[in-house]
């Protein structure tokens, strides 16, 4: 099998990398009082990936836009934010008060309908019947 022998490869690979690093050829370190193991020999194989590379064509830069002149708001004077600010309040003002004379027309009718079907159900009406 083919993934075999890479991990074989690999292992074999790591084993010369580690040999080189700590400069021993005798395998891994061992313990100085346990016996040494017999270290088996491996063909090591390189090899190296060949990724294909495809040559893409860079896009025309886009043409820049026509440069116009900056557009900077007039500058406010202080009255202008005073009258902004006050005008918002009043709309705010006036709009919650809208809200709240549409709550009480909605909070009188539906009481009313409420009192209507009160006075008109007939269980009102067979008590006051047989009294």
């Known amino acids: 099998m083919k993934w075999m ?4 490869a690999l292992i074999a690979q790591t084993m010369a990398f ?3 690093v700590t400069g021993r050829k005798d395998g891994f370190h061992q313990a100085d009082d346990a016996p040494a193991a017999p270290v088996a020999s491996i063909d090591v194989v390189s090899y190296v990936a060949i990724e294909p590379t495809l040559e893409i064509e860079a896009p025309a830069p886009a043409p820049a836009p026509p440069q116009q002149p ?4 007039p ?4 009255g202008d934010f005073r009258s902004e600010i006050q005008s ?3 709309n705010f003002r006036k709009h919650q008060e809208r809200f709240e004379r549409e709550r009480e027309e909605y909070c009188a ?9 009160i006075r008109e159900s007939p269980a009102r009406k067979s008590s006051t019947d047989s009294s």
């Open 5 to 8: 022998r890479e991990r074989d």
């Open 18 to 20: 580690v040999q080189s």
């Open 70 to 73: 900056l557009q900077v708001a």
């Open 75 to 78: 500058p406010r004077i202080a």
């Open 88 to 90: 918002r309040v009043a």
């Open 109 to 117: 009718a539906t009481m009313a309908k409420l009192r209507d079907a």
